[in-house]
């Protein structure tokens, strides 16, 4: 298998990755054959995945939109993935061009290719770091300067938690986050639930053969990540009802999505 250019040495090329998949199923172009093949299983088990995908990539918009009124003039993209258009800094400093950004991720491709298009850009970055310790990946954050600790800060939690297993504490990582940013930092999750459709989050997690390790959990599991937090309405609610702009952010039916979001507020 030839390993194009934009692929980082030492990367597993007969290994899903997470963000490759999701990179797939956004119909992007920055992932290798056994990726699309995940995507395309995915597909296969629940045909409406890519809505899914489509959808929480509209949620992230939205998230950082309100932010940005809320006063936010740097975020933290942690579990960032591969930046598709429309992505954070691009959201962000359209608004507001002095807004700082900085992607986090554990996928080498996903940190290259935001280098890659960050050329130039001196207002964000992307590193690689494991949110599973995130005292390490906090010094690394602060390392870059990007980031000033001491003033609020957006925690963007998009798609990731529910790549961490309950022996690895999300709720913990959460927590470790929330300890090291000041009052008036905001925090967005979005996590797959079992909450609308149990019967094809299980046929996911039965089934799947990418060995991708996805954790389903419920309402109140995800809820309960927002502790200290203090929940933005309309709480925690499916993906398409966190403050839809126009009817183009329903990519899917209400009643029917297979993520839950929601964005809280540091006091």
Do not use: C
Request: glycine share 8%; aromatic share 4%; proline share 6%.
């Amino acid at each position: 298998m030839d390993r194009p250019a934009w692929a980082p040495e030492g990367v597993d090329m007969n290994r899903a990755s997470p963000a490759r998949m999701y990179d797939a199923l956004l119909g992007g172009s920055h992932n290798f054959e056994i990726d699309r093949q995940a995507a395309a299983e995915g597909r296969q088990m629940v045909p409406d995945l890519p809505r899914l995908a489509l959808s929480n990539r509209a949620f992230l918009r939205r998230a950082v939109r309100f932010m940005i009124d809320s006063g936010v003039r740097q975020f933290l993209d942690v579990g960032s993935g591969i930046p598709t258009a429309g992505n954070v800094h691009e959201v962000a400093q359209e608004i507001d061009p002095a807004t700082r950004v900085l992607y986090v991720d554990i996928d080498p491709v996903a940190v290259t290719h935001a280098a890659t298009i960050l050329h130039g850009n001196d207002r964000a970055d992307a590193i690689e770091a494991d949110l599973r310790k995130p005292d390490e990946l906090l010094a690394a954050a602060r390392g870059t300067g990007l980031i000033d600790f001491d003033r609020p800060v957006g925690v963007l939690l998009v798609a990731v938690l529910h790549l961490l297993q309950d022996e690895e504490h999300p709720r913990e990582m959460v927590a470790a986050l929330r300890a090291a940013v000041p009052a008036g930092s905001y925090v967005a999750i979005s996590h797959l639930s079992s909450a609308q459709r149990p019967e094809a989050a299980a046929r996911i997690h039965e089934e799947s053969t990418s060995g991708i390790g996805i954790r389903f959990r419920d309402r109140i599991s995800i809820t309960e990540m927002f502790t200290g937090w203090d929940l933005v309405e309309p709480g925690v609610v499916e993906l398409p009802l966190w403050r839809p702009e126009s009817e183009r952010d329903l990519h899917e039916t209400p009643g029917r999505s297979l993520g839950l979001a929601g964005v809280g507020r540091k006091a």
